[in-house]
């Protein structure tokens, strides 16, 4: 019965690395979709994303036939919650990519932002991307200097978002309403979903160290 269960906990981490193999295309593809207007690849995203659900559905009931059947304690029951919870905030983070790419769907043709700012989204959108990558290694190796990174390309996300917010309420901004709503939505789902991989970051490093780092919230 126990190599069952180590089999079982085994295919749990699989199952969290596909999903965030998933959410790593889908932004890498939201992003390009909303830095380039690209409404093919926006499209793409939208229709991939119940892909991203139903895998994480998926994840969550052998997790919790796992709990009914197994009753793990410990580290073991530590593992198993920890999955539910991170299953959670990789669906999320495929919602942020669509979200981004239904931003670039709807301003099609045009661009989302206008060019004073795409230099920043730009940038924002490669360390999502990056980040993304990161989190897929993480949950792979459970390496916790990756965990490191992707909590400092977090830091570097959050001051494109915060310079965001600066330009748009600034006295040179010129942009319409429509542009002003856009580019603070836009940054927000940018930032949020590095956010949640950090988060995700902060329960992998807890696993592998047994250390919860109340800095990394």
């Not at 559905?57 to 197994?70: M, P, S, Y």
């Not at 009753?71 to 299953?87: E, H, K, N, Y």
């Not at 959670?88 to 790419?101: C, P, Q």
């Not at 010129?174 to 709503?181: F, P, Q, R």
């Amino acid at each position: 019965m126990r190599e069952v269960f180590q089999q079982e906990l085994r295919e749990v981490q699989d199952r969290l690395v596909e999903i965030a193999e998933l959410v790593a295309i889908s932004i890498d593809k939201a992003t390009r979709a909303f830095n380039e207007s690209d409404v093919s690849l926006a499209e793409e995203v939208i229709a991939e994303d119940p892909r991203i659900d139903q895998a994480t559905v998926a994840l969550d009931e052998l997790a919790i036939t796992i709990l009914a059947r197994q009753q793990p304690v410990a580290r073991d029951l530590r593992i198993v919650v920890s999955a539910l919870r991170i299953s959670a905030s990789l669906e999320r983070m495929g919602d942020l990519s669509t979200h981004i790419s239904q931003l670039a769907r709807y301003r099609f043709p045009d661009k989302v932002v206008p060019k004073s700012l795409r230099s920043t989204f730009a940038e924002m959108g490669a360390l999502d991307v990056e980040i993304a990558n990161k989190l897929t290694s993480l949950l792979r190796s459970e390496d916790v200097q990756l965990a490191e990174e992707i909590r400092n390309e977090d830091d570097k996300v959050d001051a494109l978002h915060l310079s965001v917010f600066d330009k748009v309420l600034g006295e040179k901004w010129k942009g319409e309403a429509v542009d002003t709503v856009d580019a603070t939505l836009a940054s927000r789902y940018h930032e949020r979903f590095a956010d949640h991989a950090v988060a995700i970051a902060k329960m992998v490093q807890y696993l592998a160290t047994g250390d919860w780092d109340q800095s990394a919230a």
